[in-house]
């Protein structure tokens, strides 16, 4: 289900775009607001993950980032994890973003049943691993090429589907 | 003052290097990997993330403490003098992971005594090359670990 954030009002007929500077500044950003707030949430938490994954590339660019011999975040894994943000379907829950000693972005999901889950990639191989309700383990490794493999798009499916 | 704060870290240091643990590690023995990355831990769950565990590629094992019968301001400092203070840039120490050796032997790892620079760290190795083997693994032990916060921080 996708749902849509809407201000309580409408502000556009509060205001008209006057002649000023000031007055176009404003209606401009009310605008903005207006058209954002009735984006779809899905796109905005893929959004908010570009930032993140963003975020991790600065702070995680130099050797050693982790405390002790962290290979640097590089573009590639930045543009490797941002690939993979875009070929998740809408309507999971959304991971989390996790630098990994190796340099690589991992994207990882959890649930309080004890489920875990992380898929990372290198080049054009993803590699995934997942404890289910505690015990139940896979892991492997898949190819890559834009499209989400039917093993990890069946494992979020299962355990990853917002309600 | 500065001098006098790095002259007591350094007598301090000395007084810690002076811990003694057996050369065997116990299978019940509590052990410690410090956590420095922010995205390595979740506070609000309280748990460790499994990247905390993880080798690089260049070292191919961890580095972790012996900590059994050490007190939580032993622990910390042990942290801060001998692996904070240790590197240029001075990263923070900001949380920790304690999980028993057994649970890491459990994994088929190996955890071998490496007095240096400290009597009780120790090195978690024998990692598998395959990636989403060594992801598995750490996933285990992050998820038996206990989440502790630094205090310090």
Not at chain 1, 91 to 102: A, R, W, Y
Not at chain 1, 149 to 157: K, S, V, Y
Not at chain 2, 77 to 100: C, E, H, Q, S
Request: aromatic letters at 10%; one cysteine or more.
């Amino acid at each position: 289900m996708i749902l849509a954030a809407v201000p309580p009002y409408d502000i556009e007929s509060r205001f008209e775009p006057g002649l000023s500077e000031e007055s176009r500044y404003v209606w401009e950003q009310t605008e903005n607001f207006r058209r954002k707030g009735r984006e779809p949430i899905s796109f905005s938490w893929r959004e908010s993950l570009q930032g993140e994954i963003h975020d991790v590339l600065r702070s995680c660019s130099s050797p050693g980032w982790d405390g002790y011999d962290a290979e640097p975040i590089a573009t590639d894994s930045v543009a490797s994890a941002a690939l993979i943000l875009n070929a998740l379907p809408d309507h999971i829950i959304p991971p989390s973003v996790t630098p990994e000693p190796d340099g690589e972005i991992a994207l990882e999901w959890r649930t309080g049943r004890r489920t875990d889950f992380s898929v990372s990639i290198s080049g054009t191989t993803l590699s995934y691993a997942g404890i289910f309700g505690g015990s139940s383990k896979r892991y492997g490794e898949e190819p890559f090429f834009g499209v989400l493999p039917a093993a990890i798009f069946g494992i979020l499916a299962e355990y990853f589907s917002q309600a | 003052m500065s001098y006098l704060r790095r002259f007591l870290e350094f007598l301090l240091s000395i007084f810690l290097r002076l811990d003694r643990v057996p050369n065997a590690v116990s299978p019940d023995e509590r052990t410690t990997r410090f956590i420095f990355a922010e995205k390595h831990f979740d506070v609000a769950l309280g748990r460790v993330r499994p990247a905390a565990f993880l080798p690089s590629t260049k070292a191919g094992n961890i580095s972790i403490y012996r900590t059994s019968r050490c007190g939580e301001w032993r622990i910390w400092t042990i942290g801060d003098l001998f692996v904070t203070r240790r590197r240029p840039d001075k990263v923070i120490l900001r949380a920790r992971g304690d999980v028993a050796v057994h649970i890491i032997l459990h994994q088929g790892l190996n955890v071998a005594a490496d007095p240096h620079p400290h009597p009780r760290h120790a090195l978690v190795a024998n990692w598998p090359d395959d990636k989403p083997q060594r992801k598995i693994r750490a996933m285990v032990l992050a998820e038996r670990a206990t989440l502790c916060l630094c205090p310090r921080a």
